[in-house]
Protein backbone atom coordinates (compact mmCIF):
# COMPACT_ATOMS: atom_id res chain seq x y z
CA UNK A 1 0.00 0.00 0.00
CA UNK A 2 1.01 3.46 -0.88
CA UNK A 3 -0.03 6.47 0.92
CA UNK A 4 0.57 9.82 -0.78
CA UNK A 5 -0.12 12.71 1.47
CA UNK A 6 0.06 15.95 0.12
CA UNK A 7 -1.24 19.66 0.84
CA UNK A 8 -0.97 23.81 0.09
CA UNK A 9 1.75 25.05 1.48
CA UNK A 10 0.05 28.51 2.46
CA UNK A 11 -2.30 26.00 5.44
CA UNK A 12 -1.14 26.71 9.05
CA UNK A 13 0.51 23.20 10.66
CA UNK A 14 2.96 22.65 7.51
CA UNK A 15 5.93 21.34 9.85
CA UNK A 16 3.17 19.33 11.91
CA UNK A 17 1.93 17.72 9.02
CA UNK A 18 5.44 16.95 7.59
CA UNK A 19 5.83 15.58 10.95
CA UNK A 20 2.44 13.27 10.80
CA UNK A 21 3.24 11.29 7.49
CA UNK A 22 5.49 8.40 8.90
CA UNK A 23 2.88 7.85 11.30
CA UNK A 24 0.16 8.37 9.30
CA UNK A 25 1.56 5.11 7.01
CA UNK A 26 2.47 3.05 9.29
CA UNK A 27 -1.09 3.34 10.40
CA UNK A 28 -2.43 3.02 7.06
CA UNK A 29 0.29 0.14 6.38
CA UNK A 30 -1.58 -2.28 8.71
CA UNK A 31 -5.59 -1.62 6.84
CA UNK A 32 -5.24 -0.40 2.81
CA UNK A 33 -4.97 -2.63 0.50
CA UNK A 34 -1.67 -3.86 -0.33
CA UNK A 35 -1.19 -3.25 -4.17
CA UNK A 36 -3.58 -0.07 -3.82
CA UNK A 37 -2.54 3.72 -3.05
CA UNK A 38 -4.22 5.96 -1.09
CA UNK A 39 -3.83 9.51 -1.37
CA UNK A 40 -4.24 11.95 1.95
CA UNK A 41 -4.72 15.90 0.73
CA UNK A 42 -4.67 18.77 3.55
CA UNK A 43 -6.87 21.15 2.50
CA UNK A 44 -8.27 24.32 3.82
CA UNK A 45 -12.18 25.09 4.97
CA UNK A 46 -13.33 26.87 2.23
CA UNK A 47 -12.28 23.86 -0.36
CA UNK A 48 -13.61 21.57 2.50
CA UNK A 49 -16.74 23.61 2.57
CA UNK A 50 -17.29 23.48 -1.55
CA UNK A 51 -16.41 19.67 -1.41
CA UNK A 52 -18.66 19.27 1.52
CA UNK A 53 -21.73 21.05 -0.55
CA UNK A 54 -20.93 19.38 -3.55
CA UNK A 55 -20.92 15.87 -2.79
CA UNK A 56 -22.95 15.67 0.73
CA UNK A 57 -24.95 18.32 0.10
CA UNK A 58 -24.10 20.02 3.72
CA UNK A 59 -23.43 23.22 4.64
CA UNK A 60 -20.21 23.66 6.26
CA UNK A 61 -16.56 22.14 6.29
CA UNK A 62 -16.18 18.69 7.33
CA UNK A 63 -12.90 16.90 9.33
CA UNK A 64 -12.81 14.22 6.29
CA UNK A 65 -14.65 13.60 3.33
CA UNK A 66 -13.51 10.25 1.39
CA UNK A 67 -13.45 9.51 -2.21
CA UNK A 68 -13.43 6.13 -3.91
CA UNK A 69 -11.13 5.93 -7.35
CA UNK A 70 -12.70 4.80 -10.43
CA UNK A 71 -9.02 3.32 -11.04
CA UNK A 72 -7.55 5.65 -13.57
CA UNK A 73 -4.21 4.66 -13.33
CA UNK A 74 -1.06 7.77 -12.70
CA UNK A 75 1.90 8.12 -15.27
CA UNK A 76 3.48 5.25 -13.12
CA UNK A 77 0.58 2.81 -13.97
CA UNK A 78 -0.85 2.84 -10.42
CA UNK A 79 -4.73 3.35 -9.94
CA UNK A 80 -5.61 5.00 -6.59
CA UNK A 81 -7.79 3.33 -4.37
CA UNK A 82 -9.08 7.02 -3.03
CA UNK A 83 -8.62 9.96 -1.87
CA UNK A 84 -9.17 11.30 2.08
CA UNK A 85 -9.37 14.50 2.19
CA UNK A 86 -8.68 16.28 5.92
CA UNK A 87 -9.07 19.40 7.00
CA UNK A 88 -6.39 20.93 8.76
CA UNK A 89 -8.10 23.11 10.88
CA UNK A 90 -10.72 20.94 11.49
CA UNK A 91 -8.49 18.19 12.62
CA UNK A 92 -6.68 20.32 14.96
CA UNK A 93 -10.21 21.53 16.61
CA UNK A 94 -11.83 18.28 16.94
CA UNK A 95 -8.06 17.23 18.48
CA UNK A 96 -8.52 19.48 21.09
CA UNK A 97 -11.78 18.84 21.95
CA UNK A 98 -11.15 15.10 22.23
CA UNK A 99 -8.03 16.34 24.06
CA UNK A 100 -5.68 13.96 21.87
CA UNK A 101 -2.69 15.51 20.23
CA UNK A 102 -3.51 15.99 16.55
CA UNK A 103 -1.19 13.22 15.17
CA UNK A 104 -3.84 11.15 16.85
CA UNK A 105 -6.66 12.40 15.61
CA UNK A 106 -5.30 12.74 12.52
CA UNK A 107 -4.50 8.70 13.02
CA UNK A 108 -8.36 8.27 13.79
CA UNK A 109 -9.36 9.67 10.72
CA UNK A 110 -7.10 8.64 8.10
CA UNK A 111 -8.20 5.25 9.93
CA UNK A 112 -11.82 6.13 9.07
CA UNK A 113 -11.31 6.77 5.50
CA UNK A 114 -9.40 3.81 4.66
CA UNK A 115 -12.58 1.73 6.20
CA UNK A 116 -15.00 3.20 4.18
CA UNK A 117 -12.87 3.09 1.23
CA UNK A 118 -13.18 -0.35 2.25
CA UNK A 119 -16.79 -0.34 2.35
CA UNK A 120 -17.48 0.22 6.21
CA UNK A 121 -20.42 2.09 6.83
CA UNK A 122 -21.87 4.09 9.81
CA UNK A 123 -25.68 4.80 8.72
CA UNK A 124 -27.33 3.10 11.70
CA UNK A 125 -26.18 3.03 15.42
CA UNK A 126 -25.38 -0.85 14.57
CA UNK A 127 -22.66 0.01 11.73
CA UNK A 128 -21.38 2.88 13.36
CA UNK A 129 -20.71 0.37 15.88
CA UNK A 130 -18.84 -2.23 14.37
CA UNK A 131 -17.02 1.19 12.70
CA UNK A 132 -15.89 2.42 15.70
CA UNK A 133 -15.06 -1.02 17.13
CA UNK A 134 -12.95 -1.63 14.18
CA UNK A 135 -11.01 1.68 14.21
CA UNK A 136 -10.49 1.08 18.30
CA UNK A 137 -8.87 -1.78 17.57
CA UNK A 138 -6.70 -0.44 14.76
CA UNK A 139 -5.83 2.45 16.70
CA UNK A 140 -4.76 0.29 19.50
CA UNK A 141 -1.54 -0.64 18.18
CA UNK A 142 -0.07 2.72 17.36
CA UNK A 143 -2.05 4.86 20.40
CA UNK A 144 -2.19 5.01 24.20
CA UNK A 145 -5.07 3.28 25.49
CA UNK A 146 -6.08 6.93 27.02
CA UNK A 147 -6.17 8.29 23.75
CA UNK A 148 -8.08 5.53 22.13
CA UNK A 149 -10.61 5.86 24.68
CA UNK A 150 -10.40 9.94 24.65
CA UNK A 151 -10.98 9.47 20.67
CA UNK A 152 -14.33 7.44 21.67
CA UNK A 153 -15.72 8.95 24.49
Known amino acids: MKLTIAGSA ?13 FLRAVAARIAPRDERVEVSWIGERTMTRLNRAYKKRTGAAEILT ?12 APFGEICLCWTRLVRGARLRGVPPRVY ?19 SRSAGRM ?22
Open 67 to 78: FPCCGVPDPEGE
Open 132 to 153: EAAEARILKRHCSGVEVKRLFA
Open 106 to 124: AARLVVHGILHLRGHRHDD
Open 10 to 22: RLGGRGARARLSP
